[in-house]
């Protein structure tokens, strides 16, 4: 039973535009989301998160909104760069500490 | 960087034989984690740890085993490695507080034949 979906495997999308990302769940105890980058054989690094009592969180280029009503998240890249292409994976918790990630959207970014 | 370390890096080993991971972290963190990461399936939580020896299962953990005996040091056990059990295994780590991150070590490549 996957909690946490990322239903787009992969996405490309032409340098200078926006890349959006989207991640849906089930499980409505879910508190806490946050979105980690992963470059080949490196480990996955944290770019940005939410709290459930918000429904939008921005750091630069990067800006998270959170659709509780949807179950639903998406992470917004402006503009996007060459840099960016990279698998990206939303994750999720529930105050218990566990973090449930999904299964990751490939970007990628064309110069 | 997070002060965590993974060893091995790389490691092939027979089908039926034990295999041992190590995360040792440097930052004091009270959560510990071992995710596998799989093509398809993303990042499955395998165990965690909140506390020198307690540790809970995740998602996925039939076949692994963990062992956490110093606040630093979170072992993974594969007790016969099976072919299934090929991936990448990656460590995490978080402070335990409210709404925080986990941070991650580079990673374990695994290869059972």
């Known amino acids: 039973d996957q909690q946490v979906k990322q239903n787009s495997p992969s996405l490309s999308v032409q340098e200078g535009r926006i890349s959006i990302l989207n991640c849906d769940y089930t499980?409505?105890?879910?508190?806490?989301f946050l979105w980690y980058k992963k470059y080949p054989a490196e480990g996955p690094t944290f770019l940005i998160s939410?709290?459930?009592?918000?429904d939008k969180n921005e750091d630069g280029r990067f800006t998270v909104f959170l659709n509780k009503s949807a179950k639903h998240l998406s992470l917004h890249i402006v503009p996007s760069q060459p840099g960016d292409s990279a698998v990206y994976f939303c994750?999720?918790?529930?105050?218990?500490?566990?973090?449930?990630f999904g299964t990751g959207t490939r970007l990628k970014v064309l110069a | 960087d997070a002060g965590i370390t993974q060893s091995p890096r790389h490691k092939v080993t027979e089908t039926g034989t034990p295999v041992t991971l190590r995360c040792h972290q440097t930052?004091?963190?009270?959560?510990m984690y071992w995710y596998r990461q799989d093509p398809g399936h993303g990042l499955r939580l395998i165990h965690y740890?909140?506390?020198?020896?307690?540790?809970d299962k995740g998602e996925v953990s039939d076949g692994y085993s963990v062992s956490r005996s110093k606040t630093e040091d979170f072992l993974l056990t594969l007790e016969s490695a099976t072919s299934s059990q090929t991936s990448v295994y990656f460590c995490a780590i978080s402070g335990g507080r409210q709404n925080t991150e986990a941070f991650f070590g580079q990673g374990t490549r695994l290869t059972v034949v």
């Open positions: 499980n409505s105890m879910f508190d806490y």
């Open positions: 994750a999720a918790s529930a105050g218990t500490y566990k973090y449930i």
């Open positions: 740890s909140y506390g020198v020896k307690d540790t």
């Open positions: 939410i709290s459930s009592i918000k």
């Open positions: 930052e004091n963190h009270r959560y």
